[in-house]
């Protein structure tokens, strides 16, 4: 049931056996992570994502939000996708496929009762959908995983099909913009807010703090280096995912312009009326970041949060890999992913970290000669042993 129609008896109560009525004030975005944004706990977040991916998933979680309303189909059954799963597993109820028309209905700051599957206002039903629970999304991902051969297939034909139009562009010579930041053999780190990148960032910190690499964040990657300390020397990107506060942190502000004109997040960048450049170039603003790297001369180029899968692409909405096949064959061994980067650091012993041993145990020692009651005896003995002497020669 899809309406909005009054009724005459009050909200019906829960009867036991059935989830808990939930109560919130109702945020409302169709894009889902310009909610994020903005959600504060304990509210309801009205989004329509089909496909829910697995980091738009992770923020709703980590907003703290008392439910999920989707308008869509969290998951359509094309490819196991990871959203709905994370949901779930935080105890958050996920309504499911309500409607594309709550969206208009329901207003931004309206206090919403969610009822099992009925999501209601005051008095009113406004509409009903699907009550996900963890059992049907994890038997919905075993019956996508069947059928993702047909979704890959799919996925291959479309990514030929781009090599073959992109491939001559990919490799011509890139014209760079004037850039403030020194690249020229350093290293360079380039985030981009995809899996993992919170855990990858935090594992980086000693490299970062060693190597200091030129910091590159992929739009909303400026905001994740700043979330753990440190300021991007470039953004680059379209700027739709970016706040407003992170803009006069980087010394560079590069946006992505493809071959043929086309510029998305521009009106925003002059709306701002931040000073920036544009970079020309095809495939993806991830893509884009490290080719900017390398073109500049990185001596090697660690990837955060970057799409690697098939199962990353289709999350972002994306129908194939060209331009990022491409752009690896192109960066070739200088493009490491950042995983690796961390295991290597942790298992390597830092010159430093020597030196600071043997200080420390030298300090050891010598705090263990002062205390000692032997070695304070030790002393006495030879102290004394060389009066004897001196008394003896001088007399």
Known sequence: MRRRGRVDALIPEATPGEVDPVVGTARVDRRT??????????????????????????????????????AAPSISGRYPNLGPIRIVEAGIPLVDDVGSDLLDRVRE????????AEIWSGDEL?????????????????SARASIGIELERFAENTLEYVRKEARITFEPLVLPPLR????GR????????????SDLVALKPYIKEYRPVLIGVDGGADALLEIGVKPDIIIGDFDSVSESALGTARDLVHHVHPDGRGPGREQLLEWGVAYEEFVAEGTSEDVAML?????GASLIVAVGTHATMVEFLDKGRKGMASTFLTRLRLGPVLVDAKG??????????????????????????????????????????RVTFEDLWYSITH
């Not at 700051?109 to 099992?116: A, F």
């Not at 020597?354 to 009651?373: G, Q």
């Open 126 to 142: 406004l509409a009903s959908g699907r009550l996900r629970d963890r059992v049907e999304v994890e038997a919905a991902m075993e």
């Open 341 to 382: 980067v961390s295991r290597l650091y942790e298992g390597r012993v830092r010159r430093l970290d020597v030196v600071l041993l043997v200080a420390a145990a030298l300090v050891t020692i010598l705090v263990v000669a002062i205390v000692a009651r032997p070695i304070h005896t030790l002393f006495d003995a030879v």
């Open 187 to 198: 290293h360079a780190l380039v985030v981009v807010r995809g899996y993992d990148y919170r």
């Open 292 to 296: 900017l790297a390398w073109d500049a």
């Open 109 to 116: 700051g309206e206090s919403l009762r969610i009822v099992g």
């Open 181 to 184: 930041t020194e690249i020229k």
């Open 33 to 70: 992570k310009d909610l994020i944004k903005r959600l504060d706990g304990g509210e309801v977040a009205v989004i329509d994502h089909e496909d829910l991916d697995r980091v738009a998933a992770d923020g709703l979680v980590e907003a703290r939000v008392a439910a999920v309303v989707n």
